[in-house]
Structures are given as structure tokens and as C-alpha cells.
């Protein structure tokens, strides 16, 4: 069964930076395009940045310049630096492969920004 565990979230001030990890079972992130998702409360899921499987970064305009995706194919880890992070950031972040697998969804990891 696969699994996507994220990790590195936290509480943070603004203009801070946090770097989030996806560690994927198997070889999920070597073979797929792979994309981070954040859930603010009451809001839905929005999908923040993409990354192919050749290394090609795409991202929601309200991130971009300020997170950047990356992955390790040998660590089977995905990663998403966020940096300047504003109180609009605050979220749950999740990790995924593209297209989605609905039964890949993880805990996720809260990311908190204070102002």
C-alpha cells in the first residue's frame, strides 16, 4: 500500500520559511509528477505547486517566488521551501502525485503563520 508521509510544518511569523518533506513508500516520486496541496479551514483544497517527472516547477500565483518544489528521486522525497510566508499561508499541506490518487491522501502537516 502506498504511502505519502509529510512532515516539517510548524508555527512561524511572517516572512519567515519553513521547508515541508513528502517521503514517498516505494518509488512514487522517481516515477510520477508530483504536486503539494494546502486546505485552509473552510476552504477547499487548492493545489500550490507541481513538479514533472523531468523536474519542470509550476505555481498558484499567490506562491510563486516565494515556495519552490524540488524533489530527490533516490530518497523517494518531495519537498516544498516556502519562503516570506504571509497568515494567507496557513494550511494544512499535503502531498500527492498528478493526476491524484485519492487513496494517496496523507495526514498532511499544519503550517501556521502568525502575524
Known amino acids: 500500500q502506498v504511502q505519502l508521509v509529510e512532515s516539517g510544518g510548524g508555527l512561524v511569523q511572517a516572512g519567515g520559511s519553513l521547508r515541508l518533506s513528502c517521503v514517498a513508500s516505494?518509488?512514487?516520486?522517481?516515477?510520477?509528477?508530483m504536486g503539494w496541496y494546502r486546505q485552509a479551514p473552510e476552504k477547499q483544497r487548492e493545489l500550490v505547486a507541481t513538479?514533472?517527472?523531468?523536474?519542470?516547477?509550476n505555481y498558484a500565483d499567490s506562491v510563486k517566488g516565494r515556495f519552490t518544489i524540488s524533489r530527490d528521486n533516490a530518497k523517494n522525497t518531495a519537498y516544498l521551501q516556502m519562503n516570506s510566508l504571509k497568515p494567507e499561508d496557513t494550511a494544512v499541506y499535503y502531498c500527492?502525485?498528478?493526476?491524484?490518487?485519492?487513496?494517496?491522501w496523507g495526514q498532511g502537516t499544519q503550517v501556521t503563520v502568525s502575524s
Open positions: 500527492n502525485v498528478i493526476p491524484i490518487r485519492w487513496d494517496y
Open positions: 516505494g518509488s512514487i516520486v522517481s516515477s510520477n509528477a
Open positions: 513538479i514533472t517527472s523531468g523536474g519542470r516547477t
